[in-house]
């Protein structure tokens, strides 16, 4: 990697309810860039990021964001480093009681005591970005699904963060929201120089603008590189996920009895 | 047999985790006080949805269970020639008892439910999350303005209900069966007594307000972030915040009213 880390999880393990989701996992993510964290669903992608955003504790294992250790923060201290930190949800978890506008003024008239007019401009500053200037008066119920992202992300680059944590982006989007929102992503890491985490099971959209990827499966780290390397590489579990194909390392059936059994064929009958 | 026992185990130390995590949560919201500027408006705001707006349905039951009282204490006391004293019936009724529990009741039912359900709808559309990853806590933010304004909105409710629950009493009594109006004021004037009976009755709804907030907002922070999950927080709200009125309404009479 060329970049220094921003992020580094060593060793990290974490269950919930019973169940291993990482198993010792291990990685750095690179100041300045755009790097993809891909896995199947369930594996836990979205745990990575609430780790990263301390939200959930490992269980043994660090978790490094600019030089500090998340889990052992306190509260104050978690909050303050929050403040560096940026996240779009999967939902966009837009503020239903509040416009479009009044969303990405939150963070500043929370964090920040700058004057309205102030507050106005980079607000509005925010939605030109986005190209959502038009729309600061709507409420979260008028608009679009990929609108609503588009607000949040305005919304999560408020405050000028250092990071900022793309929690299935694509999922469920139109091509021409999803050609959007890739393409503001790309924009805003360069024009910001933001170190952009994105997970995503949208193996052609993540690849087209990360420098560096990671795929995570059965908790750990199962392929890592620049996307040509991801492409290139070995694994037979990785070319299945990138390629998507149905059958390989990860079966098509879920694991199951002898067909025979079943359908009582040796039994002579039902 | 042992298979039961073991359950019975479980579900105690559910009861007594989940109780663990109840006072944890309520030390959180107590102790994070928002700043004035920021939580003042949060606090009038809430206010309003949550006290209000449940006025209506407190000013409705309070005239109509003063109206049922006055018919039915008429009813009962002029077998005995005691009809006059028809006013310092309904008056201590409602204030030591009826007012605080029954708006608790109501209370519970409209303003406790809709708490929970938008807590609950909050976490589920990951609000409360966005709120955290912004450096924003939503104890402070969120919860204490909302458990503040049930502990305020309460006894004022329940101070409302005993004023229009006298006043639908004077009306049957007074304006329909003919009570002597005199009696009526004057009997309520000199039994009900301002700090055996207006205090105690204020001191039930103060416990019952801030009871019944804190189980509402707790469900609704706690809940399992779906539409079974919410609908399940809203009713075990509204069952537990009742069982809990209806409890500590024995309690507190007993220590008041008791006379140990």
Same mark, same amino acid.
């Given at each position: 990697?060329?970049?220094?880390?921003?992020?580094?999880?060593? @060793?990290? =393990?974490?269950?919930?309810?019973?169940?291993?989701?990482?198993?010792?996992?291990?990685?750095?993510?690179?100041?300045?860039?755009?790097?993809?964290?891909?896995?199947?669903?369930?594996?836990?992608?979205?745990?990575?990021?609430?780790?990263?955003?301390?939200?959930?504790?490992?269980?043994?294992?660090? =978790?490094?964001?600019?030089?500090?250790?998340?889990?052992?923060?306190?509260?104050?201290?978690?909050?303050?480093?929050?403040?560096?930190?940026?996240?779009?949800?999967?939902?966009?978890?837009?503020?239903?009681?509040?416009?479009?506008?009044?969303?990405?003024?939150?963070?500043?008239?929370?964090?920040?005591?700058?004057?309205?007019?102030?507050?106005?401009?980079?607000?509005?500053?925010?939605?030109?970005?986005?190209?959502?200037?038009?729309?600061?008066?709507?409420?979260?119920?008028?608009? #679009?699904?990929?609108?609503?992202?588009?607000?949040?992300?305005?919304? #999560?680059?408020?405050?000028?963060?250092?990071?900022?944590?793309?929690?299935?982006?694509? !999922?469920?989007?139109?091509?021409?929201?999803?050609?959007? +929102?890739?393409?503001?992503?790309?924009?805003?890491?360069?024009?910001? /120089?933001?170190?952009?985490?994105?997970?995503?099971?949208? =193996?052609?959209?993540?690849?087209?603008?990360?420098?560096?990827?990671?795929?995570?499966?059965?908790?750990?780290?199962?392929?890592?590189?620049?996307?040509?390397?991801?492409?290139?590489?070995?694994?037979?579990?990785?070319?299945?996920?990138?390629?998507?194909?149905? @059958?390989?390392?990860?079966?098509?059936?879920?694991?199951?009895?002898?067909? !025979?059994? @079943?359908?009582?064929?040796?039994?002579?009958?039902? | 047999?042992?298979?039961?026992?073991?359950?019975?185990?479980?579900?105690?130390?559910?009861?007594?985790?989940?109780?663990?995590?109840?006072?944890?949560? +309520?030390?959180?919201?107590? /102790?994070?006080?928002?700043?004035?500027?920021?939580?003042?408006?949060?606090?009038?705001?809430?206010?309003?949805?949550?006290?209000?707006?449940?006025?209506?349905?407190?000013?409705?039951?309070?005239?109509?269970?003063?109206?049922?009282?006055?018919?039915? /204490?008429?009813?009962?006391?002029?077998?005995?020639?005691?009809?006059?004293?028809?006013?310092?019936?309904?008056?201590?009724?409602?204030?030591?008892? +009826?007012?605080?529990?029954?708006?608790?009741?109501?209370?519970?039912?409209?303003?406790?439910?809709?708490?929970?359900?938008?807590?609950?709808?909050?976490?589920?559309?990951?609000? +409360?999350?966005?709120?955290?990853?912004?450096? =924003? @806590?939503?104890?402070?933010?969120?919860?204490?303005?909302?458990?503040?304004?049930?502990?305020?909105?309460?006894?004022?409710?329940?101070?409302?209900? !005993?004023?229009?629950?006298?006043?639908?009493?004077?009306?049957?009594?007074?304006?329909?069966?003919?009570?002597?109006?005199?009696?009526?004021?004057?009997?309520?004037?000199?039994?009900?007594?301002?700090?055996?009976?207006?205090?105690?009755?204020?001191?039930?709804?103060?416990?019952?307000?801030?009871?019944?907030?804190?189980?509402?907002?707790?469900?609704?922070?706690?809940?399992?972030?779906?539409?079974?999950?919410?609908?399940?927080?809203?009713?075990?709200?509204?069952?537990?915040?009742?069982?809990?009125?209806?409890?500590?309404?024995?309690?507190?009479?007993?220590?008041?009213?008791?006379?140990?």
């Amino acid at each position: 990697m060329a970049s220094s880390a921003y992020i580094s999880l060593n @060793d990290v =393990v974490f269950s919930r309810s019973g169940r291993r989701i990482f198993d010792g996992v291990s990685l750095d993510i690179p100041k300045g860039r755009i790097t993809a964290i891909m896995g199947p669903s369930g594996t836990g992608k979205t745990t990575l990021l609430r780790l990263i955003g301390g939200q959930l504790r490992p269980d043994s294992g660090q =978790v490094v964001v600019a030089g500090r250790e998340v889990p052992k923060l306190k509260r104050k201290e978690l909050y303050l480093l929050r403040e560096k930190m940026g996240m779009l949800f999967q939902s966009g978890a837009l503020f239903t009681d509040l416009s479009v506008y009044e969303n990405v003024a939150f963070p500043l008239r929370v964090h920040t005591r700058l004057p309205e007019d102030m507050i106005r401009d980079i607000v509005l500053m925010k939605l030109e970005a986005v190209g959502l200037r038009g729309a600061r008066k709507l409420m979260p119920s008028e608009l #679009s699904g990929g609108m609503t992202r588009r607000v949040a992300l305005a919304r #999560s680059i408020a405050l000028d963060p250092e990071l900022i944590m793309y929690d299935e982006p694509f !999922a469920g989007q139109d091509p021409i929201a999803m050609g959007v +929102l890739v393409k503001l992503i790309r924009d805003l890491n360069s024009s910001m /120089g933001l170190t952009s985490v994105l997970v995503s099971h949208d =193996v052609p959209e993540s690849l087209s603008i990360c420098h560096y990827a990671c795929i995570i499966a059965d908790g750990k780290v199962i392929g890592e590189g620049t996307p040509d390397e991801l492409r290139a590489h070995p694994s037979e579990r990785v070319q299945q996920f990138l390629k998507g194909q149905p @059958d390989g390392p990860v079966p098509f059936h879920y694991p199951n009895n002898d067909a !025979a059994s @079943d359908f009582g064929i040796r039994g002579g009958g039902a | 047999m042992m298979d039961r026992i073991a359950a019975l185990g479980r579900t105690g130390l559910d009861v007594i985790a989940s109780l663990g995590r109840a006072c944890q949560f +309520l030390a959180g919201v107590v /102790g994070g006080v928002p700043k004035p500027s920021v939580g003042f408006p949060l606090l009038v705001k809430q206010l309003y949805a949550v006290g209000v707006l449940s006025l209506a349905i407190v000013v409705v039951s309070g005239l109509f269970i003063g109206m049922v009282l006055g018919l039915q /204490g008429y009813t009962i006391l002029s077998d005995f020639g005691s009809e006059a004293a028809i006013g310092q019936m309904i008056a201590l009724t409602l204030v030591r008892e +009826l007012a605080p529990v029954v708006a608790a009741l109501l209370f519970a039912g409209r303003a406790g439910s809709a708490l929970t359900a938008e807590i609950g709808l909050m976490k589920a559309t990951e609000q +409360l999350s966005s709120m955290e990853m912004m450096g =924003v @806590d939503p104890l402070r933010r969120v919860i204490a303005p909302r458990l503040w304004a049930g502990f305020i909105s309460l006894p004022i409710l329940a101070m409302i209900f !005993a004023v229009v629950g006298v006043w639908g009493g004077m009306l049957v009594g007074v304006e329909w069966l003919g009570v002597y109006e005199g009696s009526y004021w004057g009997n309520m004037q000199a039994s009900v007594d301002f700090v055996d009976d207006v205090l105690n009755g204020l001191i039930k709804s103060v416990v019952f307000g801030f009871v019944c907030a804190w189980i509402a907002v707790y469900q609704g922070y706690d809940c399992v972030p779906t539409s079974a999950g919410i609908s399940s927080a809203t009713t075990k709200t509204v069952v537990y915040s009742s069982l809990a009125v209806l409890g500590l309404d024995f309690v507190l009479t007993a220590v008041m009213f008791g006379n140990f």
